[in-house]
Each structure stands twice: as structure tokens, then as C-alpha cells.
């Protein structure tokens, strides 16, 4: 059954009845209408989307462990690097699986307290990284613009100043966000045209006066990927002052180097999202904002790691030295010990046994 069929025919059974209370309707769920309505899409898609997951995961969980470990990592571009993964593992793992859940059961739908939860931990983690690149953007300006400056401008303090404070800022955009939402009443219809629970499909589905958080959202929206998109060029501008003064080809090719992984990941970032922001409203637009909200939630999540461990000479010594330890550790567990003793044991014994039934076949 198509995906907007079934959202009609289960909104027709809600409709008849509403929980009521305070002249509010209280609904008990939403009802998601997917990426699709086409049924022949649903099994393609859910087999590309759970690899590009199960590669988002990978990927982001093994730069979080190897810079935390590592003891050549331990430097500030690899610190804001693990949370740059961390908030690419948040957001992405707060919509992949339970979208991933709807491609294969048949209710695509989500309860109203998760949907609030799932809106709430989004806006924490996708907001936290827009101010999380920008302080990466000015580690690398210092890092070429003031090296012999640069422990003593980003200190541990500092370090942790720059990522603990949009976290702390976050979280309080998305409460208010969250709060301001699900405090309105919604009308009785309850399909979310999208496929997780995002504020603008919530918006649509509001029967009080919105006309003030969507204020809010715009004005916050606004600032936040202005603001922090501005640091980023101010940053850059900074940058390629510095790198034209340089007079020796090697070192212009190195702090071109140095900034190259992480200019990719803003240009893919932010190029997603004012696209999304900056395209023209038409009948398709739903399925076109669809499109880039799974590239910026999914895609980007795993090209991250992808970008910053083929480009970085550092994380790819680290990820060779933590498998050799790896293979160190188990080839000195029990388990690899009785492995190795069986094949050997195996491996002599085998040609006694070929002896053996050579000899029963001559007698016979």
C-alpha cells in the first residue's frame, strides 16, 4: 500500500477520535509519509541508506576512539575533530534507524513524546555542529596565521570553551524550539510530510497561532548559519592573506594541505543547506527538501570521516598502528593460541591421512 494511502486511511481512524484536554487536541502519534509512495523504491532505498548508516557509524565511532586514544592525536584540530564526529553520530542516529524502521514495518508512525524527543536532540546535535566547524575554521587560522602562538592562543581552556559553549547553546534552542511547539494545539490531521520529525512539516500541522515561533525559528535559523558561516569566511580570508605572503611553494602547499579536509566539509555542509534554504518554492519542493535533508543528515555524516582519514597522513598512521595493536591482542588471546595450534595440528596431520588411505586403498 502506497505510503499516502495508508497515512489517509489511519488519519481516518484517528479523526472520529481525539483526546481532548484543556481545548487542546492531544494526538498519540504521527504519522510519517516516508521518502516515498512508490513501493518498488522501498527495498533499493533501504539497502543504500542502511549501508551509507552502517558506514556513518563506523566511520564517525572510529574517529571519536582513535583521537581519544591515540596519543599522537591529542592536539586541538583532532579534539574539535571528535566532536565534529560526535555531533555527526548524534544527529544522523537520531533519524536513521527509526527511518530505517519505517521502510520495513507497515505503520510508518511515531509517537507524539518521541517525535518531540527526536526534534529536540536534532536541533541539539545539527546546531551544535554549524559553531563546531566555525571553531575548527579558527584553529586552523591560528595554526597558519600565528603558529609559533599557537599553544599558547588554543589552550585546553579554550579548547574547551569553544565546543562546550554552542553545546550549551544548543540545547537551549532546541527546548525552546521543542517547548514552543508541542505547547500549541494541533488540528486532527497528523501526517508529517517528511520522514522524521522536523519543525517546519510540525509547523504546517498547527491549528493555534504560530506567527511567534516561527518568528523565533526564523530569526535563530538566521543568525545561527549567518553567524557562524560568517567566522568560517572571516577565517578563510585570513588564510589566504597568510598564504600569499608566504614566499616558499612548499609551505603554501602545506597550509593548503593542512585546511583542505575541513574547507571540503564546510563547502559539502553549508553548500546542503543554503541550497535547501535558498531554492525556489514549487510543487516539487517537499521532494527536493526530502532529498537534501537525507544527503545532510545521512550522507554528510559519513562523508566526514571518509574526508578526514583519506586526506590526513596523522589518521591514517593512527588507524595502522591501533590495528596492529589490535592484531597483537589477539594473537596473544587463547583463543587465537587453540585457532593456531588446531591449523598446525591439522596442517601435519594431513598428510598421515592421505598416507593412511592410500595404503587402505592399495590393500583393498
Not at 525556489?280 to 566526514?304: G, H, Q
Request: charged share 15%.
Amino acid at each position: 500500500m502506497k505510503a499516502i494511502d495508508y497515512a489517509v486511511s489511519i488519519q481516518n481512524r484517528f479523526r472520529d477520535r481525539p483526546r481532548w484536554k484543556n481545548n487542546l487536541t492531544m494526538l498519540n502519534e504521527f504519522i510519517l509519509t516516508g521518502l516515498t509512495d512508490r513501493p518498488e523504491m522501498l527495498a533499493p532505498l533501504f539497502g543504500l541508506l542502511l549501508i551509507i548508516y552502517m558506514i556513518s557509524v563506523v566511520g564517525n565511532l572510529g574517529m571519536i576512539i582513535l583521537t581519544k586514544t591515540d596519543f599522537k592525536l591529542q592536539t586541538p584540530m583532532y579534539f574539535f575533530l571528535r566532536h565534529l564526529a560526535i555531533t555527526d553520530l548524534g544527529y544522523s542516529t537520531t533519524v536513521g534507524p527509526k527511518m530505517l524502521v519505517n521502510f520495513v514495518v507497515n505503520e510508518n508512525t511515531i509517537s507524539y513524546y518521541f517525535c518531540a524527543i527526536q526534534l529536540a536532540i536534532f536541533i541539539l546535535f545539527i546546531n551544535s555542529e554549524f559553531f563546531i566547524l566555525s571553531a575548527m575554521s579558527y584553529d586552523r587560522c591560528v595554526t597558519i596565521c600565528n603558529p609559533l602562538l599557537y599553544t599558547v592562543i588554543m589552550s585546553q581552556k579554550t579548547c574547551w570553551v569553544l565546543v562546550a559553549t554552542p553545546y550549551l547553546y544548543s540545547t537551549f534552542v532546541s527546548l525552546l524550539f521543542t517547548i514552543k511547539i508541542f505547547n500549541l494545539s494541533f488540528c486532527g490531521y497528523n501526517v508529517i510530510s517528511h520522514f522524521y520529525c522536523d519543525g517546519l512539516p510540525l509547523l504546517s500541522l498547527l491549528c493555534s497561532n504560530a506567527h511567534e515561533i516561527k518568528l523565533i525559528i526564523l530569526i535563530v535559523a538566521a543568525f545561527d548559519l549567518i553567524s557562524s558561516l560568517l567566522m568560517v569566511l572571516v577565517s578563510y580570508l585570513l588564510i589566504l592573506a597568510a598564504i600569499l605572503r608566504m614566499n616558499s611553494a612548499e609551505g603554501r602547499n602545506k597550509a593548503f594541505s593542512t585546511c583542505g579536509s575541513h574547507l571540503t566539509v564546510v563547502v559539502v555542509f553549508y553548500g546542503t543547506l543554503i541550497f535547501m534554504y535558498l531554492q525556489p518554492k514549487s510543487s516539487d519542493s517537499f521532494d527536493t527538501d526530502k532529498l537534501a535533508s537525507v544527503f545532510y543528515t545521512l550522507v554528510i555524516p559519513m562523508l566526514n570521516p571518509l574526508i578526514y582519514s583519506l586526506r590526513n597522513k596523522d589518521m591514517k598512521y593512527a588507524l595502522h598502528r591501533a590495528l596492529g595493536q589490535l592484531c597483537n591482542i589477539f594473537s596473544q588471546s587463547s583463543l587465537y593460541r587453540m585457532i593456531h595450534i588446531h591449523y598446525i595440528m591439522c596442517f601435519k596431520l594431513f598428510p598421515v591421512c592421505l598416507q593412511r588411505v592410500e595404503q587402505a586403498q592399495k590393500h583393498r
